[in-house]
């Protein structure tokens, strides 16, 4: 904090103080917005929205590990492929749906929890690149054991007795409320003594141990929640598109994107990844249906673009215009 | 039959090891994951492909001038866009040249459509052999090509002033700058030569795989393995892993099948991830940045 910024603090922390107060009501009104949203718009809205949900999730689980507890967990799509074929596995081999959708999270926390002991143990790039590994390996797994997880060929999961109007919706509310509970997951965890945890051991692993924290422990807690988040939609997403294939389950592609949405909505915030989704997908959409033949050099482009401009994220941004920001350690 | 797997995965270690020493060099001196490595490595096949189809160039021949491109272009992309990065969070890196590797692969499959072409000269298919073993021609020139590259590579860093800066600002970017050192135009000269060897794996892979824009994306995972393997900017530890990685390579092909090959890679990466994490030769200095 510079002397400069002390001399404007009271006046911008009035204003900070407004856009909070301002900042609940606004939340609210958006949330009725999207539960209302499908009575209002058409089919083809509908999925995307239902796309932002679901990397919403993805950035969410990635702010937990990477904004919380520093560790770049680059590969974590590596839960959203576990999450697609636990649940898509279960739903073929007759486990009801439901219990489908409860078993990729739960199943995904595991092996987050034992991969991490050893993974966890790695600093900087090695972890960030063990868990690129980690998601190629994972994928050339499921090619090779082949059986019950189809293989390379892909696996149908069977149809429901829902109509695709029916399944549209339902996904659609399905991913709502993930998005929501991982909002809610990362506002109790920046409360929370374990988000505090993090933070201490992010900004100083051998500080935080010092200080009483069982650092292994709480990082090895951190990357179990967001492989919990990020397999939780892949179980959905699996069953929306209901069709599975190791090539874009486990595609490194949507830790990319959802690294860059967090990059943009700035991470360490409860909200921000979810803005940065918004962002990022609507935006790649409208590239999209710009330039169909180019649209992934034009998203190359974005991304460069937004990396040099804002490495801080849009909502550093949108605070400093508030003249405050939120206290980032 | 043994014989046989151990020179097919030697002289394809040759190989690999070029297509790590770049990324290898560049990820120790700056602690820049390039995750364009394999798109550059795609740049130099087409640079190759290019000169051989259009002008009838020999792609041995045309090995400096994918070495040269690829020069500019590595020395242009950290000028221009990494050094800004350099003061900020070094994994923005990773993002940043994500981007550039989607940017590179679709400006490629726009020029050359995503057909598989190949540089077939007349000697492309020919061999000889020493007993049961065979070997053919381009694969022995080009492990011999690759070994000389490296050896360059390591009398360039070792020998010269230029890579004395290089390896200096490795070590203690805050201290060559008391040398009179300027930390950002050795980091472009280092992205430079980093890319111009991929540019030189490039050239080589053409002449041995078919070329495809996204014919990169198979070298990165190897490269990243090789790097970490040999140790972070260990250019000798990336030799021997090259090696060595060919042989691992050959080795599963044939008793496990092709299909294992990637697999047995990843286990041996993460295993050596998380047993020996500075690598077989890496010096603890290296890659520490994070």
């Known amino acids: 904090m510079t002397t400069h910024d002390q001399a404007i603090a009271p006046a911008a922390r009035g204003r900070f103080d407004a856009a909070q107060r301002l900042a609940v009501p606004a939340l609210v009104l958006a949330l009725a917005v999207m539960v209302a949203a499908p009575f209002m718009i058409g089919g083809y809205w509908m999925r995307i929205l239902t796309s932002v949900y679901m990397y919403a999730v993805v950035a969410q689980g990635l702010n937990v590990i990477v904004g919380f507890a520093g560790y770049h967990a680059f590969g974590n799509s590596v839960f959203f492929g576990m999450g697609a074929y636990v649940a898509g596995v279960a739903v073929t081999l007759g486990v009801p749906v439901p219990i489908a959708f409860v078993l990729a999270p739960i199943v995904s926390m595991l092996a987050a929890a034992v991969i991490g002991w050893p993974l966890l143990r790695l600093k900087g790039h090695y972890f960030a690149i063990a868990t690129v590994a980690l998601n190629m390996a994972m994928a050339d797994l499921i090619i090779n054991v082949g059986g019950v997880t189809g293989g390379a060929q892909g696996l149908p999961l069977p149809l429901g007795s829902l109509s695709p109007e029916q399944l549209n919706r339902l996904i659609y509310y399905l991913m709502l409320s993930a998005m929501v509970a991982s909002v809610l997951l990362v506002m109790w965890l920046a409360r929370a003594p374990l988000g505090y945890a993090l933070r201490a051991l992010r900004d100083s692993e051998v500080g935080a141990e010092v200080m009483g924290i069982n650092t292994t422990l709480a990082k090895t807690l951190a990357w179990a929640i967001s492989a919990g988040m990020t397999g939780a939609v892949g179980g959905i997403w699996g069953y929306w598109i209901n069709f599975i294939e190791p090539g874009s389950a486990f595609d490194i592609g949507v830790s990319v994107n959802g690294y860059i949405m967090m990059l943009i909505g700035g991470m360490g915030s409860a909200i921000g990844p979810v803005i940065g989704a918004f962002f990022f997908e609507i935006l790649s959409t409208a590239i999209w249906g710009q330039f169909v033949k180019i649209h992934l050099l034009i998203l190359g482009l974005v991304i460069i673009l937004v990396v040099m401009l804002m490495p801080e994220g849009l909502l550093f941004y949108v605070q400093r215009l508030f003249g405050a920001r939120e206290q980032r350690r | ?290």
């Open chain 2, 1 to 290: 039959m043994l014989g046989q797997t151990i020179v097919n995965g030697l002289l394809l270690g040759g190989l690999y090891a070029i297509a790590a020493i770049g990324f290898s060099m560049v990820w120790g001196v700056m602690g820049v994951i390039n995750m364009a490595h394999g798109a550059f490595i795609m740049v130099g096949a087409y640079v190759s492909y290019f000169a051989f189809a259009t002008l009838g160039i020999d792609p041995f021949l045309s090995l400096p001038l994918s070495m040269g491109v690829l020069f500019v272009l590595g020395y242009c992309v950290q000028r221009l866009l990494l050094n800004r990065l350099m003061r900020t969070s070094l994994l923005l890196s990773l993002v940043l040249t994500f981007g550039l590797d989607l940017v590179l692969v679709n400006i490629f499959l726009l020029i050359f459509s995503a057909d598989l072409r190949s540089v077939n000269t007349f000697y492309t298919s020919r061999s000889f052999a020493i007993g049961p073993v065979l070997i053919p021609y381009v694969r022995l020139a080009v492990f011999v090509l690759a070994l000389a590259l490296a050896a360059g590579f390591y009398l360039f860093l070792n020998r010269t002033k230029a890579g004395q800066a290089i390896l200096a600002t490795s070590l203690d970017k805050e201290t060559v700058r008391l040398m009179g050192v300027n930390p950002l135009r050795v980091y472009a000269l280092t992205a430079g030569v980093g890319a111009a060897l991929a540019g030189a794996a490039g050239t080589f892979a053409s002449m041995l795989f078919p070329i495809s824009p996204s014919m990169g994306i198979t070298f990165i995972g190897s490269v990243f393995v090789i790097t970490v393997l040999g140790g972070i900017g260990s250019i000798e530890g990336a030799v021997l892993a090259g090696l060595v990685y060919g042989l691992i390579q050959a080795f599963a092909a044939s008793l496990l099948g092709v299909n294992f090959q990637e697999i047995v890679a990843f286990v041996i990466f993460l295993v050596i991830l998380v047993l020996r994490p500075q690598g077989l030769l890496g010096k603890r200095f290296y890659g520490e940045v994070a």
